[in-house]
């Protein structure tokens, strides 16, 4: 947080002061390297406490690929943004040798999410796609910064009752995904801080990814059973 100087220097409008640029360029600066400090302390932090969490998340999911099963991926706002990115770096591995994994956005049509949401609610656009597209043995993976999207718990608690391995990242106290019980592998940022939150969360899906890709190094073949090609 910045202290009432650094905010004076910032804002010198605000005080009836002219703009000093050196001082205004030092606050700048001053504000980086308390911004890049604090990503790094959160970002240690949330792998120290949620590293063997993530590890039990891949083996699951590298499971229900080994079963022939698919990942889906949900979110809102700058979280559909990682759902999206999920799908992509399973579908499209940017690593050479490593074969493509059945994966799809729930966030992606959005001609469905507006029909779902205009004739039955909000709440519903990723529970009507899970119970057309889903099936018991696959993997949900819903990303909210507070754990408490109501059409995040609402997939999941559907997911719940198809047999479907669920996988949350979220952040502060974990919310509804840590309370309810619903979520198999919760991964909660310990930050309240939005920005922490998904620069976590980013790290946090591409270990995921790497992890799955390792765990099915030697049985590739049954990865794949559903037609993806490598």
Not at 129 to 147: E, M
């Amino acid at each position: 947080m910045s202290s009432e100087s650094d905010l004076k220097a910032l804002y010198p409008f605000l005080h009836g002061q002219p703009q000093a640029p050196a001082r205004l360029d030092a606050a700048l600066l001053h504000s980086v390297e308390e911004k890049a400090r604090d990503s790094r302390d959160t970002n240690t932090r949330f792998f120290g406490e949620q590293g063997s969490v993530l590890v039990a998340a891949a083996k699951a999911l590298a499971e229900v690929y080994r079963r022939g099963g698919r990942l889906f991926s949900m979110g809102n706002g700058g979280s559909s943004c990682d759902a999206s990115h999920i799908a992509v770096e399973f579908v499209h591995p940017i690593t050479a040798g490593r074969p493509a994994l059945a994966a799809t956005n729930l966030v992606a049509d959005l001609a469905m999410i507006s029909a779902v949401g205009n004739d039955l609610g909000f709440e519903h656009v990723f529970v009507r796609q899970l119970l057309a597209q889903a099936d018991r043995g696959d993997a949900l993976i819903g990303i909210s910064t507070s754990g408490n999207s109501s059409n995040l718990m609402a997939a999941f608690a559907k997911a719940k009752e198809m047999g479907i391995v669920t996988i949350g990242l979220t952040g502060g106290d974990g919310g509804k995904m840590t309370s309810s019980g619903l979520v198999d592998f919760c991964l909660v940022v310990p930050s309240t801080s939005i920005h922490r939150i998904q620069e976590c969360h980013v790290a946090a899906y591409h270990i995921l990814w790497d992890l799955v890709h390792t765990l099915l190094a030697d049985d590739r073949g049954s990865a794949t059973t559903k037609g993806a090609a490598a």
